[in-house]
């Protein structure tokens, strides 16, 4: 079963940029992920599915500020421009093997 | 616009049983996988369990394996969750996921006596 990891928490500045790393364990580097955001006391939202190619695709409504990136095992998703409303969870994930995984989720805290 | 609607969330007690429903619009049902994920009070999120648009195929987590089973209607644009034999660590907001892009609002289960 593949893992998937995610630092727990990151804090950056409001109106400065941060990018959020979920890495994938060995053998999964080639998975299409998606990113997905929590809100506090909300659903998850879908943000976007980012390939190995390192092509991503939004959901509907996703600000242009969000995008996805790679590198090796890591996917990224950087937030440019914070604003307080992104303050929330961010949860990647993938499908493999019949079987949906989820990391552990970043907190995000904007300052 | 795509619409997920749970239902029938609730108390129970260790070993009883719940049927959540997840009604469906704003897209072709039947050819769309759909989940359901849960979310422990505090947690992250976990995958429960899937099935295939047709609903010939079903998958579920190992820790539901045997207990839970995953349903669907087409015909009326509708996922079910049969959940038996609760525990209270399925003590959740449950979750209808239309395959990685939507999400529902939820669904709370307490397994409490």
């Known amino acids: 079963q593949p893992v998937v990891t995610q630092s727990s928490s990151a804090s950056a500045s409001l109106g400065s940029s941060v990018k959020l790393t979920c890495t994938l364990s060995?053998?999964?580097?080639?998975?299409?992920i998606a990113w997905h955001q929590q809100q506090p006391g909300k659903a998850p939202r879908y943000l976007m599915k980012l390939e190995r190619s390192g092509f991503y695709d939004k959901g509907s409504g996703v600000p242009d500020r969000f995008s996805g990136s790679i590198s090796g095992p890591d996917r990224y998703l950087t937030i440019s421009n914070l604003h307080f409303e992104d303050e929330a969870d961010y949860y990647c994930e993938i499908w493999d093997s019949n079987t949906w995984v989820f990391g552990g989720g970043t907190k995000l805290t904007v300052l | 616009e795509v619409q997920l609607l749970e239902s029938g969330g609730g108390l129970v007690q260790p070993g009883g049983s719940l049927r959540l429903s997840c009604a469906a619009s704003?897209?072709?049902?039947?050819?769309?996988?759909m989940s359901w994920v849960r979310q422990a009070p505090g947690e992250g999120l976990e995958w429960v369990s899937s099935i295939g648009g047709s609903g010939g195929t079903t998958f579920y987590a190992d820790s539901v394996k045997g207990r839970f089973t995953i349903s669907r209607d087409n015909s009326i644009n509708t996922l079910y969750l049969q959940m038996n034999n609760l525990r209270a660590d399925d003590t959740a907001l449950y979750y209808c996921?239309?395959?990685?892009?939507?999400w529902g609002q939820g669904t709370l289960v307490t397994v409490s006596s």
């Open positions: 060995g053998g999964h580097s080639s998975y299409i």
């Open positions: 704003g897209f072709t049902f039947s050819t769309y996988a």
């Open positions: 996921a239309k395959m990685r892009d939507y």
